[in-house]
C-alpha cells in the first residue's frame, strides 16, 4: 500500500492568517496615551468584542483602523497586507471596511434602496439585486421605497447593516452600534445580526462597554483599560478566569475577603484558601461572584454540614433582599467583621431583614489576588 503523499510545505505548516491584525498600536491626544501597544487578531468569521468602561480609549482604536483617525505608532494589516502604519496609508475607502457606528445616521433624504445602494459599484441591475438580496435578508422588503423616517428605530438599524454590508466588507468595525436602541429590541436585534454576519463571513470587531453584550455577541473578548488590552479570550474565560480584580468586577458584582498568606494559604472565616506561589506574609483579596455562595435552607440557624469543596460556613444577617427577576439578590451583614456580602440565589428566595443565615462560599470559584499597591 503506498503512504499518501505528504502535503506540499507550505500547506502543511501555513498559521491561518487573521483578516484584521493590529500591532503595537498606540494614539495619543495632547501628550496623553488615549491607546497604549494594543495588538489583536481577528479571523474570518470570527466576532471580536473590544469591551471596556467608557474613556479607555475603544472609539479611537475603531477609527485608527478604520482610517479615520491614525495612530502615532504601530502597524495595521488586512489579509496579512500592511495597509498602514506611520509612514504608509491605505485610505478609508479602500480598506474593504465596513462600518457601522453608534449614530448609524441612515441619509434622510434616500429611500431605503439608495441607503443600501449608496457604497455599491457595477451595473444598475446588478446594484438593485444586491439591494434586494440584502433587504430581504434583513426582512424589510416591503420597506425599500420608504425613506428613514417612516421606519422604527429597530428596522433602521436594519437598514445600517444592510449598507455596511452591501459592499462585501471582509472586515465590519461596529462602535456600540445596538446602543441607542430599546432594552426590548436589542436582544433580538443583536442575534439576528450575528447570525447575519456570521453567514456574511467578515471578520467582526464590535466595541462595547455591555459585559451582556460582549458575552452574547462575542468569540472572543479583548477586555480593555486605560487604553490597554489587559486581558484576552473565549468569553467563557475572561469571565471565569479573570486577570485581576478590576477585570472579575467588570462583569458582575463581587465580594472581596481581605487576608494574609501562611505557607501558601490564607486563613478566612469561611475555612483556608489557597494561594500558590504566593510569598509568606503577602496581603491578598479573595475575589467570588455573589452566585457562589451558598446559603443553608435546611438546616434553621443550625448550620450547614460544610463540605471540603464549600469550606467552614459562616453567619450573617439579612440587610435586604430584591427580587431580581430570575434570582434574588441577598445582602448579609458578616459576624465576624460586620462586612457586606451579597449572594444571589435563583429564583425567589426573600428572606426578611435581620434574620440569621449560615454562609459558604464555593472556594473552586474564588480567585485569589496579591493586593497591588
Ligand atoms: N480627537 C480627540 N482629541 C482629544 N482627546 C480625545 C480625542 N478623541 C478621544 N479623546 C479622548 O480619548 C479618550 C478615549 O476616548 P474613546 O476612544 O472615545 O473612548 P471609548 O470609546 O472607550 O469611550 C477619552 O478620554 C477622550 O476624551
Ligand atoms: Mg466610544
Not at 495612530?71 to 478609508?92: A, N, Y
Not at 501558601?264 to 494561594?275: C, M, N, V, Y
Request: one cysteine or more; hydrophobic letters at 40%.
Amino acid at each position: 500500500m503506498n503512504a499518501p503523499e505528504p502535503l506540499p510545505k507550505t500547506e502543511q505548516t501555513a498559521a491561518p492568517v487573521p483578516r484584521l491584525e493590529i500591532r503595537d498600536l498606540s494614539r495619543h491626544f495632547a501628550g496623553r496615551t488615549v491607546v497604549d501597544h494594543v495588538s489583536l487578531r481577528v479571523m474570518p468569521g470570527q466576532v471580536t468584542c473590544l469591551l471596556g468602561p467608557s474613556g479607555c480609549g475603544k472609539s479611537t482604536t475603531l477609527r485608527c483602523i478604520a482610517g479615520v483617525d491614525m495612530q502615532d505608532s504601530g502597524e495595521i494589516h488586512l489579509d496579512g497586507k500592511l495597509v498602514c502604519d506611520t509612514v504608509f496609508r491605505v485610505p478609508p475607502e479602500r480598506r474593504s471596511i465596513g462600518l457601522m457606528f453608534q449614530d448609524f445616521a441612515l441619509f434622510p433624504h434616500m429611500s431605503v434602496a439608495d441607503n443600501v445602494a449608496f457604497g455599491l459599484t457595477g451595473g444598475k441591475a446588478e446594484r438593485r439585486a444586491r439591494v434586494e438580496a440584502l433587504l430581504d435578508r434583513v426582512d424589510l422588503m416591503r420597506h425599500i421605497d420608504a425613506f428613514p423616517h417612516e421606519l422604527s428605530g429597530g428596522e433602521q438599524q436594519r437598514v445600517a447593516l444592510a449598507r455596511a454590508l452591501a459592499p462585501g466588507p471582509s472586515v465590519m468595525l461596529m462602535d456600540e452600534p445596538f446602543s441607542g436602541l430599546d432594552n426590548r429590541l436589542r436582544d433580538g436585534i443583536r442575534d439576528e445580526t450575528l447570525e447575519i454576519l456570521k453567514e456574511a463571513g467578515a471578520a467582526v470587531l464590535l466595541v462595547t462597554h455591555e459585559p451582556e453584550e460582549a458575552m452574547r455577541m462575542a468569540d472572543e473578548i479583548a477586555l480593555m483599560r486605560d487604553g490597554r488590552i489587559v486581558q484576552q479570550g473565549a468569553p467563557y474565560n475572561v469571565y471565569n478566569a479573570p486577570a485581576d480584580k478590576a477585570a472579575a468586577a467588570f462583569f458582575s458584582d463581587i465580594n472581596v475577603i481581605r487576608g494574609v498568606v501562611r505557607g501558601a494559604l490564607t486563613d478566612t472565616p469561611f475555612g483556608q484558601f489557597l494561594a500558590p506561589g504566593v510569598p509568606d506574609g503577602t496581603e491578598v483579596d479573595i475575589v467570588f461572584r455573589p452566585q457562589h455562595v451558598k446559603i443553608d435552607f435546611d438546616r434553621n440557624g443550625t448550620g450547614p454540614l460544610p463540605t471540603s469543596r464549600d469550606g467552614v460556613p459562616a453567619r450573617g444577617v439579612v440587610q435586604r433582599a430584591r427580587f431580581m427577576g430570575s434570582e434574588s439578590l441577598v445582602e448579609f451583614r458578616m459576624d465576624h467583621d460586620l462586612s457586606i456580602l451579597k449572594a444571589t440565589v435563583p429564583n425567589v428566595f426573600l428572606p426578611k431583614p435581620g434574620r440569621p443565615l449560615w454562609l459558604t462560599v464555593r472556594r473552586d470559584r474564588c480567585f485569589v489576588f496579591p493586593v497591588t499597591s
